[in-house]
Structures are given as structure tokens and as C-alpha cells.
């Protein structure tokens, strides 16, 4: 077997990160949007991800791995 990168969901979640709470995400709890799987912390989060999927995931950092800082806090 070869390993190919593709879009195709194979079921698991893409992020690490609950994009609504930014605690770490429960692969368990996902849910998939546009072809892709995102993993939340919990029911409730799921609840707030899947009413505004843009907007959580727009927080998610290219790798899911973490968030997005939308304006940094810089001097």
C-alpha cells in the first residue's frame, strides 16, 4: 500500500483543536462538513459548530493542529 494525500475523508478528524472552546478536540465527537471531518471537545460545542461550520472553522490553522490568531496582540 502506498500512502496518497487526497480530499477524499477517510473518517478521521482533521483538526486536534476544538475550534469552538480551544480545548483538545475528542476524536469521537466530529462532524463532517463539505467533505471533511472536524472533531469538537463536546456535544455542546458540536451544537455552536454545526449552527456556524464557517466561522469555527475558519479559526483552524491549515494543519487543524491549532488556531488561527485573527489580529495578534502586538506592540
Known amino acids: 500500500k502506498s500512502e496518497q494525500t487526497s480530499t477524499v475523508d477517510d ?9 469552538v472552546s480551544t480545548e483538545e478536540a475528542d476524536p469521537e465527537i466530529t462532524y463532517t462538513y463539505e467533505g471533511r471531518t472536524y472533531a469538537v471537545c463536546c456535544n455542546n460545542c458540536l451544537k ?25 496582540e502586538e506592540n
Open 11 to 19: 473518517g478521521k478528524p482533521f483538526n486536534t483543536i476544538c475550534p
Open 48 to 72: 455552536k459548530f454545526k449552527s456556524d461550520p464557517e466561522k469555527y472553522i475558519s479559526r483552524l490553522s491549515e494543519d487543524g493542529k491549532s488556531l488561527v490568531k485573527k489580529k495578534p
